[in-house]
């Protein structure tokens, strides 16, 4: 199973911008950029940034699971964090994708199962790789938008929730007709497919 935090659209920068406002070797005399404050939120969460050749490890699973947990194995939070704006007349936009070890556990039962703590885990990370896929969505987007800075916010927001809308669906489907990893073969199905979507996308890798 997988928690997916809701997108960060680019209305929500504003909010998260005061985070920024201490970062190391930046004069206070102006405002954070873009990158600066979305490097504090990640940071503020002690973050992982998704990147190819960095694959989870249950070491970085962080927090107890809860008692409340039921038969969940494991559970991974993950967030997209985004922003777009104009300076002057120039576009600038980032999105990350971003695993949060505070927030993901897992069961120390599956730890003792090398089949299960194998199974477990590829589970978890297409889960985190599906969430990148939509990331790149949303960078291809950004990237081919026409005079973006004749744009409204909303415009822009609007995308944001639709790639999010879109992403929260396919990981509700990933973990239904895979059984949360139970099964092999859709569980084989869906890793190959993720695969092929982040290699489709790779020009949107960053």
């Known amino acids: 199973m997988s928690l997916r935090l809701p997108i960060a659209a680019a209305a929500a920068l504003a909010v998260i911008a005061g985070c920024a406002a201490s970062t190391p070797g930046r004069s206070t005399n102006r405002p954070p ?15 992982i940034v998704w990147a190819p050749r960095r694959l989870l490890t249950w070491s970085d699973f962080k927090m107890n699971p809860p008692d409340e947990a039921g038969i969940t194995a494991a559970r991974t939070a993950y967030r997209i964090i985004d922003g777009a704006h104009c300076v002057r007349s120039k576009f600038e936009y980032r999105v990350v994708t971003t695993f949060r070890p505070r927030e993901s556990w897992v069961r120390l039962s599956i730890l003792r199962t090398p089949a299960d703590n194998t199974r ?87």
């Open 33 to 47: 950029t873009l990158s600066e404050t979305i490097d504090a939120q990640i940071a503020q969460e002690e973050a």
């Open 120 to 206: 477990a885990l590829r589970h978890e990370q297409t889960h985190f790789d599906l969430s990148e896929v939509h990331a790149r969505r949303l960078r291809r987007y950004f990237s081919e938008l026409m005079a973006p800075c004749n744009l409204a916010p909303g415009d822009l927001n609007s995308a944001a929730d639709r790639i999010g809308r879109e992403e929260k669906a396919a990981q509700e489907r990933y973990d239904s007709e895979t059984e949360n990893g139970r099964n092999v073969n859709q569980q084989a199905r869906w890793d190959k497919e993720v695969d092929g979507q982040l290699l489709a996308l790779a020009k949107f890798i960053k």
